[in-house]
Nanobody
Framework: QVQLKESGGGLVQAGGSLRLACAAS????????MGWFRQAPGKEREFVAL????????YYADSVKGRFTISRDNAKNTLYLQMNSLKPEDTAVYYC????????????????WGQGTQVTVSS
């Protein structure tokens, strides 16, 4: 139905940058919004950034505001997350999500997820 695949993760030093991509395939309609979430070992999956597919609004968690930028390339059907000024606490597996069934900021409301891409930030 809908397949999401993240890419772009890797190992960087604190202060560095990475650009994550989420390629979508299958069904055209991905819901009202798509989001980026992350999960560190032993921690809950948490909201990072949101892109509203209706109205093109963007929203960010306070922890990444001013450092991360979410965007979408409609022609390529790809969602991006530009991550600048990375910190060790940003280390996590980053997931792309689509088709929310409830409040956009909670991972449990999304129907579709990618497999995740590892981001590791060293001190």
């Amino acid at each position: 139905q809908v397949q999401l695949k993240e890419s772009g993760g890797g190992l960087v030093q604190a202060g560095g940058s990475l650009r994550l991509a989420c390629a979508a395939s299958g069904r055209t309609f991905l819901g009202e919004a798509m989001g980026w979430f992350r999960q560190a070992p032993g921690k809950e999956r948490e909201f990072v950034a949101l892109f509203k597919l209706i109205g093109d609004g963007t929203y960010y968690a306070d922890s990444v505001k001013g450092r991360f930028t979410i965007s979408r390339d409609n022609a390529k059907n790809t969602l991006y997350l530009q991550m600048n000024s990375l910190k060790p606490e940003d280390t996590a597996v980053y997931y792309c999500a689509a088709q929310p069934r409830g409040p956009y900021y909670y991972p449990q409301v999304y129907d579709y997820w990618g497999q995740g891409t590892q981001v590791t930030v060293s001190s």
